[in-house]
């Protein structure tokens, strides 16, 4: 990976962190985008041996300090899917677009039930629209950051 390159990765996983920790009104908290795990797993997918579990961590703990959740809640969601994504990396990588949306889609769909059971273990009720909003978008999400990063890294 030259500098230049890991140099934009850590601009898409600030951009990332910035827009999940963004404060959206009351009305529209339900439509906030999973960008940090779409990012990481998009990264992954494209630099396994260098973007792995111990970035996964990092970046969750970050995201628990900058949203004021209990530390290591997005850690462990992170590092799990992100263990996953590694499993298949390389299937996952000759499967079609939406395919991989698909498949990303899934895991942020395991992302959001980890983070709705520990959730519901330490007393929090979530409306359960905020569960499936992300999972949907992702899907919609991924194919067109998926160009846009792309494009982003070889320029």
């Known amino acids: 990976m030259r500098t230049r390159g890991f140099g934009f990765i850590i601009v898409t996983f600030i951009i990332a962190l910035l827009l999940g920790m963004m404060k ?41 300090a900058l949203n004021g959740t209990l530390i290591g809640e997005h850690a462990l969601g992170l590092v799990v899917i992100t263990f996953l994504f590694l499993r298949f990396y ?13 498949i990303v889609s899934v895991l942020i769909a395991v992302y959001q039930a980890l983070l709705f059971w520990i959730h519901s273990m330490i007393g929090i009720s979530l409306d359960g629209r905020l569960f499936w909003f992300p999972v949907f978008a992702t899907l919609i999400l991924w194919p067109g950051l998926c160009v846009f990063l792309k494009d982003g890294r070889y320029s």
């Open 24 to 64: 959206l009104p009351e009305w529209a908290v339900w439509v906030r985008l999973p960008w940090v795990p779409v990012v990481l797993l998009f990264w992954v997918l494209i630099f396994p041996q260098q973007i792995g579990l111990g970035i996964a961590w990092t970046l969750g703990i970050i995201l628990d």
């Open 90 to 102: 390389r299937q996952i990588r000759m499967f079609p677009m939406m395919q991989q949306a698909v």
